[in-house]
């Protein structure tokens, strides 16, 4: 009797592995990404330390600026 409990609830949770197992991580997924595509990049400015979103900055050898006082542009 024990021993068929026991197996019951195996089947039970190899059912459960195989069908919401892979759901799960794929909504876990989902939401991370959202969350990536939400929110903003803070980056520094390489001549003043001031945090700037990387939308809003300004690339120069590969290096974040804030202005274009701070990147020496002309």
Known sequence: MLLKIALFIAVI???YLFFFKNSR?????KKSSKKVLEGETMVECQACSTFISHKEAIIKDGLFYCSKECARLP
């Open 25 to 29: 991580k794929e909504d876990i997924q």
């Open 13 to 15: 949770f190899l059912i």
